[in-house]
């Protein structure tokens, strides 16, 4: 399909009640403009002469662990909002499958699941909130790539959701493959991997598009239903989520595609090992718990003590792997009390009876054949 060819009064129109491609008068959707996440990242927009890089070795000096003993609270990034990832549910908890990270770390660090600051951040502000100290950690569906680890200089503690790029399109433009977009406006969120992959894709299949940029979910959603773009690409995970939004969700179809790996973890800043260790293995024990078979069900049982050695080194009733942390014996169960293991956490926020439905997939453990694997606790 070529969209150059279809007049604006020939569209269809879609659930916002606008013509497609039509731009929303004064918005952000009227700049074409590119933005390039490293950039924008780099080029010292927020802090003068100062790059996140720098911001980073600078806010990493300190012992954050004791910071966050000192204040008493954990701040954690998360997104603006992504209901089913990281959103404040009905009475204003913030709730959701990134959340439970931030939470379980409070809760083997401090012992309090909801000694936690949540900081929203955008596809672009969340890195300097990361790197000038803002927040001690990031929990925010953040795909793990060389330059954020190498120059932004961000360690990724681990992947909590393997994920890649997907669109999704109004069911009533009747498409049924990405490559029938030559042409079309996009919307994407700017400071993202995204908007790179987008590039990437249309010019490895040599056919074009005009960039809508946004900088929030909830303006993506607003947009997109508006018309002002033709269609919306992120994670495939954020696609699902942001359609379960919708009042008629079955009226936008995903497209098969999926144009990148996207592989999404929580990340610290460099230079700060024990406290990196701290956060990796919190996430370790969430998915070793679904391995061992630990739940919220007989956690308290377990942590007597068993016959299997591992699950009493991760609860505490042997060994002294929490001492070795900088923490308490109980700091692992503490953490898997807050939301279960880790196929818990994944079945309350988005699987497949959540109205995000999705499906484990690869992240199934790797003993059913997925991706999700944890080092031994040894
Ligand atoms: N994984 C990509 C994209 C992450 C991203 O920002 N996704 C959007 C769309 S799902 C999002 O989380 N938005 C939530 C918000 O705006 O607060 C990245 O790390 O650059």
């Not at 403009?33 to 600078?58: C, D, H, P, W």
């Not at 069911?171 to 049924?176: E, F, H, P, T, Y």
């Not at 699902?240 to 098969?256: C, I, K, M, Q, Y």
């Amino acid at each position: 399909m070529n969209w150059h060819t279809i007049g604006p009064t020939e569209r269809v129109t879609h659930a916002g009640g606008m013509k497609m491609g039509t731009n929303v008068p004064g918005s952000r959707c009227s700049t074409q403009r590119m933005y390039q996440e490293e950039v924008i990242m780099n080029k010292s927009v927020f802090f003068g002469a100062l790059t996140v890089a720098g911001l980073a070795a600078v806010a990493a000096s300190a012992g954050t662990l004791d910071d966050v003993k000192a204040r008493g609270k954990l701040n954690c990034g998360v997104s603006t909002g992504l209901v089913g990832f990281a959103a404040p549910d009905a009475s204003g908890r913030w709730a959701g499958f990134d959340v439970t990270i931030c939470r379980a770390v409070a809760a083997a660090v401090l012992g309090d699941q909801d000694a936690v600051e949540f900081v929203p951040t955008t596809g672009k502000t969340r890195f300097t909130a990361l790197a000038s100290g803002e927040v001690d950690l990031l929990a925010r569906n953040t795909t793990w790539t060389l330059s954020r680890d190498v120059d932004l200089k961000f360690t990724f503690i681990g992947v909590n959701y393997y994920d890649g790029q997907g669109f999704m399109a109004p069911k009533a433009l009747g498409i049924s493959s990405a490559k029938e977009l030559d042409g079309a406006t996009v919307c994407i969120q700017t400071g993202t991997t995204t908007e790179l992959n987008l590039a990437d894709f249309f010019r490895a299949n040599n056919i074009s598009y005009e960039p809508v940029p946004i900088e929030t979910n909830a303006e993506a959603q607003q947009q997109y239903l508006a018309g002002a773009c033709d269609v919306f690409t992120t994670d495939a995970s954020g696609l699902a989520a942001t359609r379960a939004a919708f009042e008629s969700p079955g009226d936008h179809v995903l497209l098969p595609e999926i144009i990148s790996k996207e592989p999404l973890g929580p990340l610290v800043r460099h230079g700060d090992n024990e406290w990196g260790d701290i956060v990796r293995w919190t996430l370790n024990a969430l998915i070793s718990a679904e391995e061992l078979g630990i739940t919220s069900a007989n956690l308290a049982e377990l942590s007597a003590g068993t016959n299997n050695p591992e699950v009493n080194r991760i609860l505490g009733s042997e060994g002294n792997m929490g001492e070795m942390l900088g923490l308490d014996a109980a700091w692992a169960a503490r953490a898997i009390a807050v939301g279960g293991n880790y196929a818990e956490v994944f079945e309350t926020n988005i699987g497949e009876n959540t109205p995000i439905g999705l499906s484990r997939g690869l992240n199934a453990l790797w003993t059913d054949g997925g991706l999700i694997y944890s080092p031994p606790f040894r």
